[in-house]
């Protein structure tokens, strides 16, 4: 039996292996590099794709496929946005339905004077069946659907490079004044999911009533500003908006469709529905009614229920609506009749009808429904769940599918900068001292203890591939294990006095001991990590000692600046998150790497402590990113500002994760129109209106 069981862990070990080889021996494809940012962005095309005659009502879009799909990876991403115009369209069966008993209008009067056409990514769908999620937890978490699906921002990454923005709600937009203007044109005759037209005064409303409110908004986010200064917004007519900006602000339309706000929030917002809870149009007494039903001690809380995509009341511009309000043992969302999408054949999208989520109590129940074959999509990646999910695949009658994201970094080592100690100040401000902490960590032997494969040695990097190239050699600098450089470094900044035990005293004679606190949340492995570093570094003389925390208790402490040394994982952006919305890679406020030094440049030195000149130049380039219009430069620029990370090495990093395993996802082969590798781990702009059941 024990030899049995040798046996089987021996060749699930070789399986993971044999699957990440293939993995890293096929390299990521590289999109396609991008062109100079345009000041307008294209209408659709004016020329008219011919549409075939309707069918009749209950007729499904497609027919059933009868070929195997393929596997992760094996193809690129064929869907396209802007696929021409059609003008004949047919509809689902039980929309004809209730067209023909006069509950809803014709389809060509619930869709835009210009829908935006969807070429599928494997063929026409047929309408129907049920998609089969789940919600892992007992709480209020959501999935998918709402947190992402729901979202209909004004622009959108494109399904075959995250990089490049394009129409969506907004049909075009046109940059002036040096890129300070911003003139946005909507898509013509959107309407809510309960018919009521989508225009500009949603937007306004969205505006004027949130974003200046200053309950609601106290301080609205710096992403909305340019030169300290907040954008102003106008309504030029009923489907015209403008952003008006007091410096260039060439990346605000790449915002406005990013991973995070503002994606959402200008097209959340319908006016005709929130006016009623809002205290500057809605009735008093109402309102106060509404809060006492629910609960509620303050209206923001409330006003903010009322928006949310949680609440099925709310009117969406989303593919599916929700039926109730989490948590619930099912979540139920259903299609939206009004919605605006339709594919090349002018079949109004979504072509799944349902969408049923059910609530699991972990993610280990979710594994086991997902290897019985009883869930559709199912987001179980990672190393840790390759080898049984690899060994259902037959079983449970299911595909891997890959997906793109900002590579993790596990077990990041931070430095408390402004640490009140005046020996370890001096030391954790000197990047000698940090480098040779670097090249002192045995990151291969890390991988082989700890994660048998899946990552990659590594500081903390961005995305590979164009155009921020996380795999690159920049980004391998001070990980070579090198123990003999470390100690020449340490001897080189005067460490050479030791106690009895070997290890090295501080510039005072006395002991220097680091103490890490070692998260357990994100990764949990955090503290076995940081205890194999305590070992390396024994080894060159710095004595260390590892202190476990609770998630929750590490970010509180470390905060508030009560760190000695920390470790954590960390991100530097890339994919749907470009970087400059990371914390990290800009020293923005929530920096983890030094908090204080961020505060110090956020509040104008004002708050915190004054940061080297390195931090100050990120900031400088983190101005002239932003309204650079030429893609080139921009990329140019962030690279200036990886090398400044790299020489400085305020963090040190192990290892960063391979995306397409630690975002793997597995789908059932029932469902169709699935790309086999998405730009985003959230999968939203993959078109998921487009998949459908092949039953």
């Given at each position: 039996?024990?030899?049995?069981?040798?046996?089987?862990?021996?060749?699930?070990?070789?399986?993971?292996?044999?699957?990440?080889?293939?993995?890293?021996?096929?390299?990521?494809?590289?999109?396609?590099?991008?062109?100079?940012?345009?000041?307008?962005?294209?209408?659709?095309?004016?020329?008219?794709?011919?549409?075939p005659a309707a069918p009749p009502a209950a007729v499904v879009a497609g027919p059933i496929l009868k070929d195997k799909p393929v596997e992760a990876?094996?193809?690129?991403?064929?869907?396209?946005?802007?696929?021409?115009?059609?003008?004949?369209?047919?509809?689902?069966?039980?929309?004809?339905?209730?067209?023909?008993?006069?509950?809803?209008?014709?389809?060509?009067?619930?869709?835009?004077?210009?829908?935006?056409?969807i070429k599928p990514e494997e063929a026409i769908g047929k309408y129907g069946g049920t998609l089969r999620m789940a919600v892992v937890g007992q709480n209020t978490l959501t999935n998918e659907v709402n947190n992402w699906w729901l979202t209909e921002s004004l622009t959108n990454p494109s399904p075959q490079d995250a990089t490049k923005f394009i129409p969506n709600v907004a049909e075009s937009w046109e940059w002036s004044d040096g890129h300070k203007v911003l003139t946005m044109k909507l898509r013509k005759g959107i309407k809510w999911s309960d018919g009521q037209p989508f225009t500009a005064g949603d937007v306004n409303f969205w505006w004027q009533d949130v974003v200046l409110n200053k309950e609601l908004t106290p301080s609205p986010s710096t992403l909305l500003t340019r030169g300290g200064k907040l954008a102003e917004f106008k309504q030029i007519d009923d489907f015209t908006i403008q952003f008006s900006f007091a410096e260039p602000y060439a990346l605000f339309t790449t915002y406005l469709g990013s991973w995070g706000f503002p994606r959402g929030a200008p097209t959340s917002y319908p006016k005709h529905y929130l006016s009623q809870f809002h205290t500057k149009h809605g009735e008093k007494a109402k309102i106060e009614a509404g809060m006492k039903e629910g609960g509620f001690q303050n209206w923001p809380d409330f006003f903010a229920q009322k928006a949310s995509n949680n609440n099925p009341e709310r009117p969406t511009i989303g593919a599916w609506i929700p039926t109730a309000r989490p948590p619930n043992a099912v979540e139920v969302h259903v299609r939206n009749p009004y919605y605006w999408k339709v594919?090349?054949?002018?079949?109004?999208?979504?072509?799944?009808?349902?969408?049923?989520s059910t609530r699991t109590a972990d993610t280990e129940a979710a594994l086991l429904k997902t290897i019985a074959g009883e869930l559709d999509f199912s987001?179980?990646?990672?190393?840790?769940?390759?080898?049984?999910?690899?060994?259902?695949?037959?079983?449970?009658n299911y595909r891997f599918a890959y997906a793109d994201w900002m590579p993790n970094s596990f077990g990041n080592i931070m430095f408390n900068f402004s640490t009140k100690d005046p020996v370890k100040n001096k030391l954790y401000n000197t990047k000698e001292f940090r480098q040779a902490l670097s090249v002192?960590?045995?990151?291969?032997?890390?991988?082989?203890?700890?994660?048998?494969?899946?990552?990659?040695?590594?500081?903390?990097a961005p995305m590979r591939g164009a155009p921020y190239h996380g795999e690159s050699d920049l980004f391998q600098s001070w990980t070579k294990f090198n123990p003999d450089q470390a100690n020449q470094m340490l001897d080189k900044i005067g460490l050479?006095?030791?106690?009895?035990?070997?290890?090295?005293l501080g510039p005072d004679g006395k002991e220097l001991l680091l103490i890490i606190s070692a998260t357990t949340a994100w990764p949990a492995e955090t503290p076995q990590l940081m205890d194999l570093v305590k070992g390396y570094w024994a080894k060159i003389g710095i004595k260390a000692t590892v202190a476990p925390e609770a998630g929750a208790l590490w970010g509180t402490r470390h905060n508030a600046g009560e760190h000695d040394v920390s470790a954590r994982g960390a991100h530097f952006g890339g994919g749907p998150v470009h970087p400059t919305l990371n914390s990290n890679t800009f020293a923005l406020s929530g920096w983890q790497w030094a908090p204080e030094w961020a505060l110090w440049l956020d509040t104008g030195g004002k708050q915190g402590n004054e940061p080297p000149a390195e931090v100050k130049r990120i900031r400088e380039i983190l101005n002239q990113i932003l309204g650079e219009p030429d893609e080139a430069k921009r990329n140019a620029l962030m690279q200036e500002v990886f090398k400044i990370h790299m020489d400085q090495l305020w963090s040190i990093g192990l290892v960063v994760d391979d995306p397409k395993f630690g975002q793997l996802t597995t789908v059932h082969n029932r469902l169709r129109n699935v790309v086999t590798w998405s730009i985003s781990g959230e999968w939203w702009p993959m078109i998921p209106q487009q998949w459908f059941i092949n039953d």
């Open positions: 039996m024990k030899t049995r069981m040798l046996t089987v862990r021996l060749f699930s070990i070789l399986l993971v292996a044999a699957l990440l080889i293939q993995g890293c021996a096929s390299a990521t494809p590289a999109p396609p590099a991008p062109p100079a940012a345009p000041t307008a962005a294209p209408a659709a095309p004016a020329a008219a794709t011919k549409a990876g094996e193809r690129p991403v064929q869907i396209k946005v802007g696929e021409g115009t059609v003008t004949k369209f047919q509809e689902a069966p039980e929309l004809a339905e209730k067209v023909a008993k006069g509950q809803l209008p014709p389809v060509e009067k619930r869709l835009p004077a210009n829908p935006l056409v594919d090349t054949a002018g079949n109004q999208l979504p072509y799944i009808g349902e969408i049923r987001r179980m990646g990672g190393t840790v769940n390759l080898p049984v999910l690899s060994d259902n695949k037959q079983k449970g002192a960590i045995n990151r291969e032997e890390i991988i082989k203890l700890i994660y048998k494969g899946g990552v990659f040695a590594s500081q903390v050479t006095a030791k106690d009895k035990d070997g290890f090295r």
